[in-house]
């Protein structure tokens, strides 16, 4: 039996002294998709243990190019925490992070609860409140930023940061599936994608969230939360004294500097 409490402080203890450990599954041959929720949820007990709250859900690897760039094959999910949250337009210091990286998400916050097990995109739409734009910095505690699926889900998905928009939008003012971002760094286009590349419409990653967490643990999405939908296009690398800036159409803009 594995010492799940142990691997997920291993986990921590890489994330704050940021010093990437090696893969689990490198270790544990046998390390599989139940075994990496489960270090996934000692991770989030410790962190709620020591103080931290959950603000959000976040789904990832939904869009093919992510699943691509990471060589992996299905979404999963995880938390985000109260202390990942950076203000728009705000900075970071690239001394808090191992090998960061930016993605452009569309999040989500529900007008109501939904439930599993066979939600769907629309019935998703249906019982959102409000959409926003969000940009997620991705940190993964594994060296080189490699892992098997199993290690990145003990790995609470690599969340590290999070950066909302300015302003809530209404989703019937928008076709969810057709919001186009486009990704600048020092004025540079870096990434450009369409909302589209999010399973068909990032409603679908809310419904599959929906559904995985009614088939684990039988649990609800409740009315408020809020739902990081995952990268519409692969994340991309930053350096120290960067600008980066991402544009949503009809939804502005969402920026951070790097000191
Ligand atoms: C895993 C996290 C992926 C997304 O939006 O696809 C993710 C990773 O790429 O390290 O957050
Ligand atoms: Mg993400």
């Known amino acids: 039996m594995l010492d799940y409490r142990a691997l997920a402080d291993s986990l921590s203890k890489a994330e704050k002294q940021k010093k990437a450990i090696s893969c689990l599954s490198d270790k544990f041959e046998q390390f599989n998709m139940e075994?990496?929720?489960?270090?996934?949820q000692e991770l989030v007990k410790s962190k709620i243990e020591s103080g931290h709250r959950v603000t959000a859900y976040k789904m990832g690897l939904t869009s093919q190019a992510k699943m691509k760039q990471m060589k992996v094959n299905s979404p999963i999910y995880g938390y985000i925490f109260d202390y990942m949250k950076v203000p728009n337009k705000g900075q970071i210091q690239m001394e808090d992070f191992i090998h960061p990286k930016v993605e452009a998400e569309i999040a989500f916050i529900l007008g109501e609860d939904i439930e599993g097990s066979n939600v769907t995109g629309e019935q998703v739409l249906g019982k959102t409140q409000w959409i926003l734009p969000a940009l997620e910095i991705i940190d993964s505690r594994y060296e080189n930023f490699r892992f098997q699926l199993?290690?990145?889900?003990?790995?609470?998905?690599?969340?590290?940061r999070v950066i909302f928009g300015?302003?809530?939008?209404?989703?019937?003012?928008?076709d969810v599936d057709l919001i186009s971002v486009s990704?600048?760094?020092n004025g540079e286009i870096i990434e450009n994608g369409v909302s589209s590349a999010v399973l068909g419409n990032p409603a679908?990653?809310?419904?599959?969230?929906?559904?995985?967490l009614y088939e684990v643990k039988k649990e609800?999405?409740?009315?408020?939360?809020?739902?990081?939908?995952?990268?519409?296009?692969?994340?991309?690398?930053?350096?120290?004294?960067?600008h980066v800036i991402t544009e949503y159409d009809g939804m502005g803009e969402v920026s951070f500097y790097v000191q």
Do not use: C, R, W
């Open 183 to 185: 990704m600048t760094i």
């Open 35 to 40: 075994m990496g929720y489960k270090v996934q």
């Open 220 to 242: 609800k999405i409740k009315k408020g939360s809020i739902i990081l939908t995952g990268g519409i296009t692969e994340a991309a690398q930053f350096k120290k004294g960067d």
């Open 150 to 160: 199993p290690d990145v889900v003990a790995d609470n998905t690599s969340a590290s």
């Open 204 to 212: 679908n990653s809310v419904a599959l969230l929906a559904n995985m």
């Open 166 to 174: 300015s302003h809530l939008y209404q989703p019937q003012d928008f």
